[in-house]
């Protein structure tokens, strides 16, 4: 079954640090582009970020931009998202998914992992 | 930045009964022959699900009486006949730079 399983969801402090997983099975991740979309609560999509299948491009919605790192473990399987200088504004449920094209057409999304950014 | 409004907001559908929302973008999607807009479903308490992709493409599994029509900068999604399982928050996206629209919410009356 192809899938996508997101983990590393908490509560931080602003300012603090938090590293979200996403391990794939069904299919390898080097071969497609991968995204991070994000839900804040009672809110609407906000896409954050996303990698080619080849690894050599990167690209960050402007709010996140500077903070947060995209990365991805082939040996793994699993893509990552380092966020730093975390903000209240950074709470949210955290969606991976996969993506068909570079970067649209979001075929295969996780349940989600939730971020709170509170003191 | 592109901009994406949906319209309605909210939605009440009587079963069996069709149904429409409307996306507009700030520009136009229309690149190499492709519309760059996808159609999402939030079923409530659920992950994002793909029903359409470069704008009247069905996603894999999509029930035929969802589909999706336009160019350029207007585009709808049309249900034939809402079922009990349609309800949900349904979005837009562009697919050039990754925006969503608001999001429209159709529920059962």
């Known amino acids: 079954e192809v899938q996508v399983v997101e983990s590393g969801g908490g509560l931080v402090q602003p300012g603090g640090s938090l590293r979200l997983s996403c391990a794939a099975s069904?299919?390898?991740?080097?071969?497609?582009?991968m995204t991070w979309v994000r839900q804040g609560p009672g809110k609407g999509l906000e896409w954050v970020s996303g990698?080619?299948?080849?690894?050599?491009?990167?690209v960050y919605a402007d709010s996140v931009k500077g903070r947060f790192t995209i990365s991805r473990d082939n040996s793994k399987n699993t893509l990552y998202l380092q966020m730093d200088s975390l903000r209240a504004e950074d709470t949210a449920v955290y969606y991976c998914a996969k993506a068909q094209q570079w970067l649209y057409t979001f075929d295969i999304w996780g349940q989600g992992t939730m971020v709170i950014v509170s003191s | 930045d592109i901009v994406m409004t949906q319209s309605p907001l909210s939605l009440p559908v009587t079963p069996g009964e069709p149904a429409s929302i409307s996306c507009r973008s700030s520009?136009?999607?229309?690149?190499?022959?492709?519309?760059?807009l996808d159609w999402y479903l939030q079923k409530p308490g659920k992950s994002p699900q793909l029903l359409i992709y470069l704008g009247s493409n069905r996603a894999s599994g999509v029930p035929d009486r969802f589909s999706g029509s336009g160019s350029g900068t207007d585009f709808t999604l049309k249900i034939s006949r809402v079922e009990a399982e349609d309800v949900g928050v349904y979005y837009c996206?562009?697919?050039?730079?990754?925006?969503f629209g608001q999001g429209t919410k159709l529920e059962i009356k």
């Open positions: 520009q136009s999607l229309l690149h190499n022959g492709n519309n760059f």
């Open positions: 990698i080619r299948g080849s690894g050599d491009t990167t």
């Open positions: 069904g299919f390898t991740v080097s071969n497609y582009a």
């Open positions: 996206m562009q697919g050039l730079g990754r925006t």
